[in-house]
Structures are given as structure tokens and as C-alpha cells.
């Protein structure tokens, strides 16, 4: 059957969309992290700004801020990764491309992900085909100059 580069490369693009949909979560949750610590400061200064407060809501903020973004930015470039190694799939270029995608997918959304792998290891041979096919030759007759006038 001659399907796997197209299914693998469709489950990479799945999961590479889920991943982009991942990442724009993760900035929604910083900004409303970032805004959420002001609103907080507004409604009490003395009891956020307290001497005794063991917790400093500021650096707490700021750290959570570090994670989700980092993991936003880790998502959205393995979800890039997904969507165009699924476009080189269904191509059938660059089999190692493709083979990275569907393993990036598995981190951005784990059943396409596997089946993705899976289906695009048991697919090569359809990116070795597509890519030794035989050049086209033109036939010895056409090959002639036009004649002259």
C-alpha cells in the first residue's frame, strides 16, 4: 500500500496544529499572569507589599512566567516542525524530515504522534521510490536542430 507517507505526514500536521494551539495557551496564561499580580497589588498594597510576607508574589509570578513560556516556545517550534515535516511527508521528500516531524509530534500530541512514527518507519521505501525515479529523455528525433530556410 502506498498511503504511509500521506497518513504520517497528516498525523504530523495534526499534532503539529495541536502544538501551535498549545503555545497560544501558554501566552494567554502569561499574560494573564502578568496582569493578575497587578490586580492583586491594587486591591491590597500593604498585604502584598508586607515585610513579613514569606511568599513574594512577584518572583513567583515572574518564574511561572519563565515556564509557561518557555514551554510555549518549545511547543510552538515543534508544532512548526510538525506541520512542515507533514508537508514533506505527503510529498514524499526527505524521509529523515518527515521521520523528525512525526517524533517532535509525539511531545506535542502523543497518539498522532506514535502512529505518525510508526506508519512513517514503516513508510520508507515510498521516499526511496519517489526519489530514484528515472529522468525523462526526450526521443532522438526531437532532439534536431530546426531546419533552415
Known amino acids: 500500500m502506498g498511503n504511509k507517507g500521506t497518513v504520517s505526514g497528516v498525523l504530523s500536521i495534526v499534532s503539529g496544529v495541536f502544538g501551535l494551539l498549545g503555545a497560544f495557551c501558554m501566552l494567554i496564561a ?3 499572569m502578568s496582569t493578575s499580580i497587578d490586580m492583586l497589588y491594587e486591591m491590597d498594597p500593604y ?7 514569606t511568599l513574594d508574589l512577584q518572583t513567583l509570578t515572574n518564574l511561572m512566567n519563565l515556564y509557561f513560556g518557555t514551554t510555549g516556545a518549545v511547543l510552538a517550534i515543534l508544532g512548526i516542525l510538525g506541520i512542515v515535516g507533514g508537508a514533506y511527508s505527503i510529498q514524499r521528500k526527505h524521509w529523515g524530515v ?9 511531545i506535542t500530541f ?5 502512529a505518525a512514527t510508526i ?16 529522468p525523462v529523455t526526450m526521443p532522438p528525433s526531437s532532439a534536431q536542430p530546426p531546419p533552415q530556410p
Open 47 to 53: 498585604y502584598y507589599s508586607h515585610e513579613l510576607q
Open 110 to 114: 502523543f497518539p498522532c504522534g506514535i
Open 119 to 134: 506508519i512513517i518507519a514503516m513508510g520508507k521505501p515510498e521516499f526511496d521510490r519517489s526519489v530514484t525515479a528515472p
Open 98 to 106: 518527515g521521520l523528525a516531524a512525526a517524533i517532535a509530534s509525539i
Open 30 to 32: 502569561v499574560a494573564f
